[in-house]
C-alpha cells in the first residue's frame, strides 16, 4: 500500500495500487460532522467568490483555497483553471504553480491519468524555472504515483528518486518519507521485496520519529507484505497483523481489507493442507 494525502501535495487518500486501479476516499463516522462544517466554509466561500465580494487581492488566495479543498471534482478542476488564468495575469509564477497541481490532483481522481500527467508537468517546469526545489519535490511524488499506478515502473522509481534527493537536502522529512514509503510500495509492485525493505527500514524511523501512527501502521504492514513475498511466512502474518491492529484503533478500514486478502493468501497453504490430511 502506498500512502498519499490531502492538499499539500497529493490526492487525498490511501491507495491500493495492488487491489484497485481507481482513486477512492473512504471517510470514517468520526470525520462526518468536520466534512459537514467544511463543506458549508466551501460553499459560503464559493458564494461569496461568485457575488464578488471580496477584496481584489484576496482573489488568488481564494481561489487556491477552492481549488484546494472542494469536494466537488469538477469545481475543483473549474476553480483549479481560474487560479492559472487569474495567477497568469498576476504574473503569480506560486499560485501558477498550486492551480496546475490541484488540476492534475482533480483529474488523477477522476481517472484521467494522461491528462493528469500533462497538467503535473506543467507544474514542474514552473518549479524549476523558479528553482523553488520544495515545489518540485512536491510534484515529482505524485508524478511518480501516476506512474505507478499506470504500470510504468521506470519512470515511477525515476520520479520518486528525484523527490527523494530534493527533500533530503531541503525541508520535509514527511515528504521525504512519503517519497521513500512510496518507492518501497512500487519495488512491491515489481515483486522486488528485497529492494522494498530497504525503503521502509528507511521510512519507518521517519514516521516513528515523528509520531504519524498511520505511516507507522502502513510501514509495518508493507513490511508484512514483503515478507511474505521473500516466503516468510511467520514474519509476514505478525506484521499484517500488527497493522491490522493499528488500523483498527483509527477506525480506518480500507488498508484493512486490502491487507486481509494478503493474510488469506498466507493462509491458503495451511488450509489446503489441513483439508488434504482431513480426506485422508
Known sequence: LSLMTGNDYGISTLISKKACMTFMVFLVFCLELFCQNQKKFIDSLEQSYMNGQYQEEEQLDILRKLCNEHYDLDKVLYYSEELILSAE?????????????????ALARKGDLSEALESYFKAAKIASKEKTNTNLGIVSIV??????????????????????AIHQENDSIWRLAMAVENLGDE???????????????????IFKRMG??????????????????QGKDEMAKDEINHAILMFEKMENYYPISVFLTYMS??????SKYKRLVSVQ
Do not use: R
Open 187 to 205: 519495488y512491491l509492485n515489481v515483486s522486488k521485496p528485497d529492494s522494498a525493505l530497504l525503503m521502509f527500514e528507511k521510512s519507518g524511523p
Open 212 to 229: 504519524y501512527t498511520e505511516g507507522i501502521a502502513m510501514n509495518i504492514g508493507n513490511k508484512g507484505i514483503a515478507y511474505a513475498l
Open 265 to 270: 493468501d498466507l493462509y491458503l497453504p495451511e
Open 89 to 105: 495575469n498576476l504574473d503569480s509564477q506560486n499560485n501558477m504553480f498550486w492551480g496546475c497541481l490541484q488540476k492534475g490532483n
Open 143 to 164: 508524478i511518480a504515483d501516476v506512474y505507478s499506478i499506470m504500470g510504468n515502473h521506470n519512470n515511477a522509481v525515476q520520479y520518486y528518486k528525484k523527490a527523494i
